[in-house]
């Protein structure tokens, strides 16, 4: 796990425990750091993440009577446990998985952050515990078995599931959720407690005004911003030409110009573009590059160049990806690197916070209908047909169709033995359907959408030893925004209502009201139809995958893809199944 960590290496090894660490050096850069521990050396920290309000922190703790001998913002966690115990991590406004090892109770404690930017992953094998921030880490216990989790397969080619449950891709390893704890007492009992849950936040306030709620939405945004800027090494962003990312960046330029932040000599923009392909966003990108006087550093990712390094790709990413997206962030990444940028924001989240997808019109439509605001559900139903959505598929949804390829496309007798799953799953999918838009945020939020995209990106960026910091999951700001009404997330034709209000007066207009929604994407549809012979050929032998995946359909849906007739969503379920045949081929060849 070197590449998570290039700078300093730790190491602790005693009798009952053995433990170690690599460090990404951001604040405080001095060697020879870690462990940290309290005054008395009986608590030690194994850390990788940022407490962004650490200087908050110490000064509490040094009132409290705590001795601080670095200026690290992990020395803050020590401390806080010392002084709090377990729901000091309440307290914590930042990204982290790390482990304290009480050296007198001889307890192990493990946290992860509210929304799991920061990945923790264990296993038990020999009456012995084992944790790491990879896979590939566990992977070497002696003893464990390369042994797919079929359930989470399943969950993976039916509905693009990834990362929405404690099981991983391999039986037998499993994660700590986000928003949890966990202690491994001395007798060995592993005790995991929830702190912190978007569903038990309190329900929406229905009467904030647009101008009240856009003023606070604004104000937490650009604080969020401020604190992710703390670091002792250069701060780049990433860029689409979007909403979100365009905000961070135009926020970054206000706060050097008015606060004199220090972000080196020029902000760093990195985007990835796809030159005469209809989802490139390279002009908008470039405007606010040049409006925020930013230095932009585009990459040119293709599909050749994709399948050439997918097998790095899903080394990298340990388990299934639902999309070649995950491709055009893998080429920003290898960009920040070469230009030694090593701090890198983005907007992940924003989309879910704020109610950003084009889907969410149809919850939100549903919402209003069901509450008998039937002329308000027309009005909102029409002002969205812009968005290239059909009304039809606002009102009705496309599922049925889709869910019938879906199943066709796995192995029978794998079907057969899912089957009380795939109920399940049709009750899970109908709940969504039926459900109010806040309730289906709260659960992108916590399961579905938004697990997938942090994994995503915090496998990409520590491949090439880059920190990502995500100011849309800043929990203040989440919370805030979990407490509006609906009609402040989508409104008149609107995504991100609120959001857009916010950004008045730092964003330029044609970012600010732009319509179309992109984002980090690739031309997945043609890719496919472009590689589909090198994806003949490489799965002429022996599928490992046949024990999943129907043969024969699958080869239906590659020539499909050949000729360039293959519809968006079936995109998605070929490429579930080609990625699920290389994960198996990397990391279960004996299967």
């Known amino acids: ?182 202690t491994l007492t001395h007798s060995g009992t592993l005790k995991k407690t929830s702190y912190w849950s978007i569903d038990r936040l309190p329900s929406e306030v229905e009467t904030t005004p647009l101008a009240e709620a856009s003023e606070r939405v604004r104000e937490l945004f650009v604080d969020a911003v401020r604190l992710r800027l703390t670091s002792d090494v250069p701060v780049g962003t990433c860029l689409s030409g979007g909403l979100d990312s365009s905000s961070i960046v135009a926020t970054i330029s206000q706060l050097k110009n008015e606060e004199k932040k220090s972000i080196g000599k020029r902000l760093q923009t990195f985007s990835a573009c796809f030159l005469a392909d209809p989802i490139d966003e390279s002009s908008f990108a470039n405007l606010v590059a040049k409006a925020a006087n930013a230095e932009q550093n585009p990459v040119y990712p293709s599909a050749n160049e994709f399948w050439l390094e997918i097998q790095e790709l899903i080394r990298t990413q340990e388990e299934p990806f639902i999309s070649s997206s995950v491709y055009a962030q893998w080429k920003i990444m290898q960009s920040v690197r070469s230009n030694h940028v090593t701090v890198l924001l983005d907007g992940q989240g924003g989309d879910e916070v704020f109610a950003g997808y084009i889907e969410y019109f149809k919850p939100y439509i549903s919402g209003l209908l069901r509450r008998h605001k039937v002329l308000t559900g027309l009005k909102e139903a029409i002002k969205s047909l812009d968005l290239t959505f059909p009304l039809i598929l606002l009102l009705v949804g496309t599922g049925g169709r889709f869910d019938k390829t879906n199943r066709r496309i796995l192995n029978t007798e794998f079907a057969a033995r899912f089957a009380a799953r795939r109920s399940e799953h049709r009750v899970s999918n109908m709940l969504d359907s039926d459900s109010s838009l806040s309730t289906l945020l709260r659960n992108d939020i916590a399961r579905f959408t938004l697990p997938g995209l942090l994994r995503y990106e915090d496998k990409n960026s520590m491949h090439f030893s880059i920190e990502t910091r995500l100011p849309f999951l800043d929990p203040r700001l989440v919370e805030y925004v979990d407490s509006l009404p609906v009609h402040l997330k989508i409104e008149g034709g609107w995504t991100k209502r609120v959001f857009r209000e916010a950004m008045e007066g730092i964003l330029p207009k044609e970012i600010q009201w732009r319509r179309s929604k992109i984002g980090f994407v690739t031309p997945q549809e043609s890719w496919l139809s472009e590689l589909a012979n090198n994806i003949g050929i490489l799965f002429s032998a022996k599928m490992l995958s046949s024990k999943f995946v129907n043969p024969n359909a699958f080869t239906e849906l590659l020539s499909v893809a050949k000729k360039k007739k293959l519809p968006v969503l079936q995109s998605g379920i070929l490429w579930r199944c080609i990625c699920l045949e290389l994960w198996l081929r990397e990391f279960c060849p004996d299967l």
């Open 1 to 182: 796990m070197k590449h998570r960590g290039p700078d300093e290496d730790a190491y602790f090894m005693n009798t009952k425990a053995a433990f170690g660490m690599t460090r990404l050096a951001i604040i405080d850069l001095r060697k020879g750091l870690y462990p940290l521990r309290n005054e008395d050396g009986t608590l030690l920290l194994f850390y990788n993440g940022e407490i962004y309000n650490f200087a908050d922190l110490r000064s509490q703790l040094t009132l409290a009577g705590h001795k601080f001998r670095s200026g690290t913002d992990g020395e803050a966690i020590v401390h806080a446990f010392e002084e709090w115990g377990p729901e000091c991590v309440k307290k914590f406004n930042g990204m982290w998985a790390f482990a304290i090892w009480d050296t007198k109770k001889e307890e192990l404690f493990l946290s992860r952050d509210h929304f799991g930017i920061k990945p923790l992953y264990y296993t038990i094998r020999d009456n012995c515990f084992f944790y790491a921030s990879e896979i590939r880490a566990l992977l070497s216990v002696p003893g464990m078995k390369r042994e797919p989790n079929e359930k989470a397969i399943y969950d993976y080619l039916v509905d693009g599931r990834v990362d929405h449950m404690e099981e991983t891709f391999f039986a037998g390893i499993y994660r700590l959720m986000p928003a949890h704890y966990a």
